[in-house]
T-cell receptor
Framework: DSGVTQTPKHLITATGQRVTLRCSPR?????VYWYQQSLDQGLQFLIQ???????AKGNILERFSAQQFPDLHSELNLSSLELGDSALYFC?????????????????FGPGTRLTVT | ELKVEQNPLFLSMQEGKNYTIYCNYS?????LYWYRQDPGKSLESLFV?????AVKQEGRLMASLDTKARLSTLHITAAVHDLSATYFC??????????FGAGTRLTVKP
């Protein structure tokens, strides 16, 4: 158990709908990362927040958005869902954020939310 | 654009044998990570490598980094069945945009 929790575990919804995925980081971790894992795209970094502020953006679609709240939990909002959005969405957390090449913070991954769009 | 290539993508090996998984990346990066994923499970961090020549070992797994060659290796020594999983390498730069390889699905047979 990594200490990172994600809800819900499974989500089935229809095309065009909007869903919210929730992540609670490990106690003491300030950074939250969101990833998408699908068969055709593999693992992709979506977005990172550090202490409430957006820190880095990856391959996140405009239909997707995220935020990190003062209690450090994070939510990933997916809207106008398409069949291709079906995937496993992971959240990870780390204590800090690597701002230089001499520093790295281990990321701890949550169990994931499996999203199925029908 | 930063690209990460792993090979092989599939690896079937016998218990007790040694093998190496390779991870090449296209541009200079600050950090190199190795993760393990069991079927239907989340990712587990194995190693984080920062500098050229870095070598880390944990049990039967050893990871190394050659930043000049833009290459990392994950060496498996005397494989056991419990090591069967998918192994991912990933790299990122200071902007924290992490890029993953496609993964190497390892099966260790008795």
């Amino acid at each position: 158990d990594s200490g990172v929790t994600q809800t819900p575990k499974h989500l089935i919804t229809a095309t065009g709908q909007r869903v919210t995925l929730r992540c609670s980081p490990r106690s003491g971790d300030l950074s939250v990362y969101w990833y998408q894992q699908s068969l055709d795209q593999g693992l992709q970094f979506l977005i990172q927040y550090y202490n409430g502020e957006e820190r880095a953006k990856g391959n996140i679609l405009e239909r997707f958005s995220a935020q990190q709240f003062p209690d450090l939990h994070s939510e990933l909002n997916l809207s106008s869902l398409e069949l291709g959005d079906s995937a496993l969405y992971f959240c990870a957390s780390s204590v800090g954020t690597g701002t230089s090449e001499s520093v790295a913070y281990e990321q701890y991954f949550g169990p994931g939310t499996r999203l199925t769009v029908t | 654009e930063l690209k990460v290539e792993q090979n092989p993508l599939f690896l079937s090996m016998q218990e007790g044998k040694n093998y190496t998984i390779y991870c090449n990346y296209s541009t200079t990066s600050d950090r190199l990570y190795w993760y393990r994923q069991d079927p239907g499970k989340s990712l587990e961090s194995l190693f984080v490598l920062l500098s050229n020549g870095a070598v880390k070992q944990e049990g039967r797994l050893m990871a190394s980094l050659d930043t000049k060659a833009r290459l990392s290796t994950l060496h498996i020594t005397a494989a056991v069945h419990d090591l069967s999983a998918t192994y991912f390498c990933a790299v990122d730069k200071s902007n924290n945009d992490m890029r993953f390889g496609a993964g190497t699905r390892l099966t260790v047979k008795p």
